[in-house]
C-alpha cells in the first residue's frame, strides 16, 4: 500500500474486477484506450481476473487500485508498464473515475504513483502516452512536471479521424525539485 494525502495505491483484489470492468467499458476510457476497443465483457473479466491474481509477479507491468484515503472507495487505476529494470524507465497510465477528475485525486496519485517509481522501484524515468484531444491529462502530466518529448502524428482513429498522440517524461531529478517546492502545502510529500 502507497499512500498519497487524499489517495492510496494498492494491490487489486478479485472485489475490484466487476469496478474495472466497468471503467472500462465506459465510452470516455474507451476514447483514451492506446489499444483497439475491448469487445466482450467476459474475456475482459478473464483478462482482468488474471492481472489481479498476478499484480505483482510480472517484472514488467504493475497495477494498482486507486481508492480515497477517507473512505476507502476505488475510484481509479494506475498501470505501470513496459518495467526495463536496466535501463531503470517505465510507462505509466492513469485513469480517475469521471465523477473524482476536477478534484485533487488525480494530481495526488500522479505524485504519489511517481514517488512509488522513483523511491520504490529506484526508476530513473517515468513516461506517460496522452491523446491530444485528452486536455485534462495533458494539464494534470505537465502541472506534475513532466516535459513534452514528442508528437506522434496522426497516430490514433477516434471518432471518425485521426489524432495526434504526445509522449511526456518526467525524470527522477525533476520529481525531487517539484517536492521541494510542494514544501508547506496541501501535496507536501511525507
Known amino acids: 500500500m502507497v499512500k498519497g494525502t487524499l489517495i492510496v495505491l494498492r494491490e487489486p483484489r478479485e472485489e475490484d474486477v466487476d469496478h474495472v470492468a466497468q471503467w472500462i467499458q465506459n465510452d470516455e476510457f474507451q476514447l483514451f ?16 481476473l488474471t492481472q489481479v491474481k ?6 514488467s507491468v504493475i497495477n ?5 484515503k477517507k473512505k476507502g472507495e476505488p475510484i481509479g487505476l494506475i498501470r505501470f508498464q513496459s518495467i526495463s529494470w536496466i535501463n531503470r524507465n517505465a510507462m505509466m ?6 465523477e473524482k477528475q476536477n478534484l485533487p485525486y488525480g494530481p495526488d496519485a500522479l505524485l504519489t504513483a511517481a514517488g512509488f517509481a522513483f523511491d520504490e522501484l529506484n526508476l530513473h524515468k517515468i513516461g506517460a502516452v496522452i491523446f491530444e484531444y485528452n ?3 495533458i494539464h494534470v502530466t505537465e502541472r506534475g512536471g513532466a516535459k513534452k518529448e514528442m508528437v506522434l502524428r ?11 498522440v504526445c509522449s511526456y517524461s518526467i525524470f527522477r531529478s525533476d520529481y525531487k525539485k517539484i517536492i521541494e ?7 507536501e510529500r511525507r
Do not use: C, M, W
Not at 484506450?33 to 478473464?46: H, I, W
Not at 497510465?93 to 469521471?98: A, D, L, N
Open 64 to 68: 494498482f487500485i486507486i481508492e480515497t
Open 93 to 98: 497510465e492513469i485513469f480517475i473515475i469521471e
Open 33 to 48: 484506450l492506446a489499444g483497439d476497443p475491448l469487445v466482450s465483457r467476459q474475456k475482459l473479466k478473464e483478462l482482468l
Open 54 to 59: 498476478n499484480a505483482f509477479k510480472y517484472d
Open 181 to 187: 517546492g510542494l514544501k508547506g502545502t496541501f501535496f
Open 154 to 164: 496522426s497516430h490514433v482513429f477516434r471518432e471518425g479521424r485521426y489524432h495526434d
Open 135 to 137: 486536455k485534462r491529462s
